[in-house]
């Protein structure tokens, strides 16, 4: 699929998975994608785990309560290793736009494969929903759970949301943005 087709066909898919299962061999094709991704001084520090496992995922979905989680044949966890980085003697966060990034690419890959998927970390935020899941993964307690991605092939249509236009979002050579 040509890169620009995938960008514009690329959705957040918010409605449940069919539980037709996902090759190994894309769900590594699409997280090495993810390990592509440029960081923050070379850190490297997004790390993943894949579920393809239904009892684990059905955990998952249960702690989380979320019927969309449980319903994908494969997740795919994006870790970072919360730290601070040194750059021209600024410290400044960089796990956000590290894992930020990762998770872009893993979803361009997910999307020129032909699946769908989604960045939840919203359920993650629930007192004690990452702790859990997290153990559920047998995560180390150095890193932290940033979101989960859902891929699979759609059971049901989900919502497209509308994009604004380009007006509304960019102008050339100094901010002059429609509103």
Same mark, same amino acid.
């Given at each position: 699929?040509?890169?620009?087709?995938?960008?514009?066909?690329?959705?957040?898919?918010?409605?449940?998975?069919?539980?037709?299962?996902?090759?190994?061999?894309?769900?590594?094709?699409?997280?090495?994608?993810?390990?592509?991704?440029?960081?923050?001084?070379?850190?490297?520090?997004?790390?993943?785990?894949?579920?393809?496992?239904?009892?684990?995922?059905?955990?998952?979905?249960?702690?989380?309560?979320?019927?969309?989680? !449980?319903?994908?044949?494969?997740?795919?966890?994006?870790?970072?290793?919360?730290?601070?980085?040194?750059?021209?003697?600024?410290?400044?966060?960089?796990?956000?736009?590290?894992?930020?990034?990762?998770?872009?690419?893993?979803?361009?890959?997910a999307t020129a494969l032909?699946?769908?998927?989604?960045?939840?970390?919203?359920?993650?935020?629930?007192?004690?929903?990452?702790?859990?899941? !997290?153990?559920?993964?047998?995560?180390?307690?150095?890193?932290?759970?940033?979101?989960?991605?859902?891929?699979?092939?759609?059971?049901?249509?989900?919502?497209?949301?509308?994009?604004?236009?380009?007006e509304q979002r960019a102008?050339w050579n100094t901010y002059?943005?429609?509103?």
């Amino acid at each position: 699929m040509d890169f620009f087709k995938v960008i514009e066909s690329r959705y957040s898919h918010k409605a449940l998975f069919s539980k037709k299962s996902i090759p190994e061999e894309d769900l590594e094709r699409i997280v090495r994608a993810g390990i592509a991704a440029p960081s923050a001084g070379n850190s490297q520090s997004p790390e993943f785990v894949i579920v393809n496992d239904q009892e684990i995922i059905e955990e998952i979905g249960d702690i989380t309560e979320n019927e969309i989680l !449980q319903s994908a044949p494969a997740l795919i966890g994006i870790l970072t290793r919360p730290r601070i980085h040194k750059v021209l003697d600024v410290t400044t966060e960089c796990l956000i736009a590290d894992f930020a990034v990762a998770t872009e690419n893993i979803l361009l890959a997910a999307t020129a494969l032909g699946y769908c998927c989604g960045w939840l970390d919203g359920p993650f935020n629930a007192p004690g929903v990452r702790e859990q899941t !997290q153990q559920v993964l047998d995560m180390p307690d150095d890193r932290l759970l940033a979101l989960v991605v859902p891929v699979g092939h759609p059971a049901e249509e989900s919502a497209r949301r509308e994009k604004k236009t380009f007006e509304q979002r960019a102008s050339w050579n100094t901010y002059d943005i429609e509103r």
